[in-house]
């Protein structure tokens, strides 16, 4: 299975990034533990792709690296996106990205949503920001979002939190990669990576119910 995180974390080192890295160990130790496939994770850090990013807008052609980054998301059996809070919202670069990314590409992709801040008062970018913006993109995103704020690095529930979002992506991951082990092999839509191409959610859906 493939699992790709999306880092908007701009410092070095970065809470944003640091939170990212639990739930993709999170992630991987859950799907690892419901299914013997092997947990492949790829960070795609959008700090290093901001100029590629800049340019795609200016001349519409991603360079190199961010072409790679879009396609390691789009092949993606489930993502994790993690984003510091700038102005109530996710930040500029982290939005940035999905908006040069192809309109169709997370469709039907099961995706973790997760944010840092420096107060608990911005935990409500999870359902007024990132929840709208993914469903917009036709992502599956799981139910338990994840919110790091200063005071909770070191406290009594975030551990939990992580492992029951990480649960419900894996979950989930594991459904997708199952379709695209069978129906979405067998149709041959291979890319040159080895990543299949995005099936729509509904084909998924059907191809996992039983027949008869």
């Known amino acids: ?17 640091l939170l990212a890295d639990r ?10 533990s419901a299914a013997p496939d092997e947990v492949r994770v790829r960070v795609v850090e959008l700090r290093e792709l901001a100029v590629e990013i800049a340019q795609n807008f200016t001349n519409g052609f991603p360079g190199r690296a961010l072409a ?21 919202s996710y930040s500029g670069l ?11 590409a997370l469709a039907g992709t099961p995706v973790l ?12 970018v999870l359902d007024h920001a990132l929840r709208p913006l993914f469903a917009h993109l036709k992502a599956v ?35 997708v990669s199952a379709v695209r082990g069978g129906a979405g092999r067998a149709s041959g839509a ?5 990543f299949t191409d995005v099936v729509p959610f509904e084909e998924r859906l059907a191809a996992l119910r039983p027949i008869g």
Do not use: C, N
């Open 141 to 175: 995103v799981v139910p338990t979002g994840v919110y790091a704020a200063s005071e909770d690095w070191g406290a009594e529930g975030l551990d939990g939190r992580i492992e029951r979002a990480a649960g419900e992506l894996a979950a989930l991951m594991g459904g």
């Open 190 to 194: 291979v890319a040159a990576d080895g």
């Open 68 to 88: 790679d980054a879009q396609e390691a998301v789009a092949g993606a059996d489930g993502l994790i996106v993690v984003t510091p809070v700038f102005s109530a």
């Open 113 to 124: 949503i997760a944010a840092t801040g420096g107060t608990a008062r911005h935990s409500l």
């Open 1 to 17: 299975m493939r699992l790709v995180v999306v880092s908007a974390g701009l410092s070095v080192p970065s809470s944003t990034r």
């Open 23 to 32: 739930l993709a160990a999170a992630v991987s130790a859950a799907a690892v």
């Open 94 to 104: 982290f939005k940035s990205f999905f908006d040069v990314l192809d309109p169709e």
